[in-house]
T-cell receptor
Framework: DTEVTQTPKHLVMGMTNKKSLKCEQHMGHRAMYWYKQKAKKPPELMFVYSYEKLSINESVPSRFSPECPNSSLLNLHLHALQPEDSALYLC??????????????FGQGTRLTVV | GENVEQHPSTLSVQEGDSAVIKCTYSDSASNYFPWYKQELGKGPQLIIDIRSNVGEKKDQRIAVTLNKTAKHFSLHITETQPEDSAVYFCAAGHSGAGSYQLTFGKGTKLSVIP
């Protein structure tokens, strides 16, 4: 099983709303990631969690708030977003193989539209 | 930080021909180089990867080569089929604390013409 599951698949939210994106994996991976992908662009790294601790925050605005409740779950809490935040939000996970990381597997993404 | 250049941005080939996509990277600390295929409306799918201690890796019709000295790696797809049509991304990264920080190239839109 190499599946990373993201919910919801689509989300439309107003600029004053609060919503959350969810990601789940049961591969025993201890690193989980959030990426943002705009249309016709490559994925851009937002956050990295390693062993449930935030290890990388790529200068993401505070209106995006990640959370890793346990080793299988990753959330992205959204508040007061702007229309330019509309994008495909991708979750990924990878295994720690000691001195080298394992392959990173991506979910299908949440298509977010901010109105 | 890492910078990954990918060429070409679009590539059209006849079914059965080969396709080659090339990437260069800037950070000599990068030691992991995956390739992803992304179809419309879907997340990126890992198709092959290579680590810095290996020069070449093959999986059926797909192969990847790595030249660490030149900081250059390439994806080769042989006997292309219409279902190979997609956007392909190369990426480069190095591991730290059990995770990877990947930087992606800008992507290549591959069209296989039946």
């Amino acid at each position: 099983d190499t599946e990373v599951t993201q919910t919801p698949k689509h989300l439309v939210m107003g600029m004053t709303n609060k919503k959350s994106l969810k990601c789940e994996q049961h591969m025993g991976h201890r690193a989980m990631y959030w990426y943002k992908q705009k249309a016709k662009k490559p994925p851009e790294l937002m956050f990295v969690y390693s062993y449930e601790k935030l290890s990388i925050n790529e200068s993401v605005p505070s209106r995006f708030s990640p959370e890793c409740p346990n080793s299988s779950l990753l959330n992205l809490h959204l508040h007061a977003l702007q229309p330019e935040d509309s994008a495909l939000y991708l979750c990924a996970s990878s295994q720690d193989l000691g001195r080298q990381g394992g392959e990173a597997f991506f979910g299908q993404g949440t298509r977010l539209t901010v109105v | 930080g890492e910078n990954v250049e990918q060429h070409p941005s679009t590539l059209s080939v006849q079914e059965g021909d080969s396709a080659v996509i090339k990437c260069t990277y800037s950070d000599s600390a990068s030691n992991y180089f995956p390739w992803y295929k992304q179809e419309l409306g879907k997340g990126p799918q890992l198709i092959i990867d290579i680590r810095s201690n290996v020069g070449e890796k093959k999986d059926q019709r797909i192969a990847v080569t790595l030249n660490k000295t030149a900081k250059h790696f390439s994806l080769h797809i042989t006997e292309t089929q219409p279902e190979d049509s997609a956007v392909y991304f190369c990426a480069a990264g190095h591991s730290g604390a059990g995770s990877y920080q990947l930087t992606f190239g800008k992507g290549t839109k591959l069209s296989v013409i039946p």
